[in-house]
């Protein structure tokens, strides 16, 4: 049964590590309370030692990881251009908030074929790969959309 979105016979996208969506302007990756508690946890430090040290508050009292400046612009503080030269990686990969694991189906990219394309060209993996079916994207469009509802209690 289609839904009726303009990308019902899907979308093609396969991630190229090139970390553009992982830095650029100044941003916010925001997460939720369940996910801080697991980044502290891989990285072995309490709740409270993470928030002071790798997030800050944002005005609407929200939490955001921190960023870096560098030569690409301000990366999130866990991205890592060290370990595989010339990629860019998430050093919390497994742990990395829904935000960034449900990149590029976020409802913004997805309203329009032209906010798709708009996306694209910050993100050369968008129209690459593999052809992404819309079943698989409406879960990860819809499991932002549930994520940003509890970020934002």
Request: glycine share 10%; hydrophobic share 35%.
């Amino acid at each position: 049964m289609s839904g009726g979105e303009w990308y019902e016979d899907g979308l093609r996208f396969e991630c190229t590590m090139c970390g553009q969506c992982c830095t650029g302007a100044p941003g916010f990756v925001t997460f939720t309370k369940q996910e801080g508690r697991a980044i502290a946890a891989r990285l072995g430090v309490s709740e409270a030692e993470f928030l002071a040290r790798y997030t800050h508050a944002m005005p609407d009292g929200r939490r955001s990881l921190n960023e870096r400046e560098t030569e690409f612009g301000n990366d999130c503080i866990f991205l890592d251009r060290e370990t595989l030269p010339g990629k860019a990686v998430c050093s919390l990969y497994e742990d990395r908030p829904l935000q960034c694991r449900t990149f590029p189906w976020w409802p913004d990219n997805l309203r329009s074929a032209s906010a798709w394309r708009r996306a694209a060209r910050q993100c050369e993996g968008i129209g690459q790969g593999r052809l992404v079916p819309v079943e698989e994207i409406r879960i990860s469009r819809d499991a932002q959309v549930g994520r940003d509802r509890a970020v934002n209690r």
